[in-house]
């Protein structure tokens, strides 16, 4: 298992931006897959973007060309770059780690209000 910790969440305007970090408490070079999920209310949880060992990435359509998912092997850390903010993006953040475990964070905010 891994420990997660997520941070960056927020209150954004339209248009705005936000990076959602999520630092994991062992080497992120041995995690098969990481990735975010959103949670919003009445909605049902979506998968907003994933990122794999070998660098690949994937994303739901809903947030294509405005979100972007990086790791940074260094600092044991994953990014979620998301520009040009809608409405419809807010929810609460969830990044996981899966790698024959399947770990979460405990869930960040994103509010996108004008």
């Known amino acids: 298992q891994v420990q997660l910790v997520e941070s960056g969440g927020g209150l954004v305007q339209p248009g705005g931006s936000l990076r959602l970090s999520c630092a994991a408490s062992?080497?992120?070079?041995?995690?098969?897959?990481m990735g975010w999920y959103r949670q919003a209310p009445t909605k049902q949880r979506e998968l907003v973007a994933s990122?794999?060992?070998?660098?690949?990435?994937n994303y739901a359509d809903s947030v294509k060309g405005r979100f972007t998912i990086s790791r940074d092997a260094a600092k044991n850390t994953m990014y979620l770059q998301m520009n040009n903010l809608k409405p419809e993006d807010t929810a609460v953040y969830y990044c996981?780690?899966?790698?024959?475990?399947?770990?979460w964070g405990q869930g960040t905010q994103v509010t996108v209000s004008s």
């Open positions: 996981f780690a899966r790698s024959g475990f399947l770990s």
């Open positions: 062992a080497n992120i070079r041995s995690i098969y897959a």
């Open positions: 990122i794999h060992s070998g660098g690949n990435t």
